[in-house]
């Protein structure tokens, strides 16, 4: 059974950091990411990595945002430094893999920046 059991989210200040973390279960995937929602607006990327480690992230948060990941653990990580209050939303886990295809989602955890 797969499970990706995600933590870190929280309140901070503008300027402030926080780490999120997916720890996968169930199996190994070839990408794993982070995705966004805010209230009333569509879950968008935030930032993906491959198992070969080559990184994808959203515009507005180049610079401010590194994803990670560590294989032997099966984790994803997502290191938030100069948080901004549009960063404000739900943020969730995914991994997914092509061959053959598989989809899933973490529960999400809110990350709340107040200015």
């Known amino acids: 059974q797969v499970r990706l059991v995600e933590s870190g989210g929280g309140l901070v200040q503008a300027g402030g950091s926080l780490r999120l973390s997916c720890a996968a279960s169930g199996r190994i995937f070839s990408t794993m990411g982070w995705y966004r929602q805010a209230p009333g607006e569509q879950r968008d990327l935030v930032a993906s990595i491959t198992s070969g480690g080559s990184t994808n992230y959203a515009d507005s948060v180049k610079g401010r945002f590194t994803i990670s990941r560590d294989s032997a653990k099966n984790t994803v990580y997502l290191q938030m430094n100069s948080l901004k209050p549009e960063d404000t939303a739900v943020y969730y886990c995914?991994?997914?893999?092509?061959?053959?295809?598989?989809?899933?989602w973490g529960q999400g955890t809110q990350v709340t920046v107040s200015s």
């Open positions: 995914n991994a997914n893999s092509v061959f053959p295809y598989s989809n899933y």
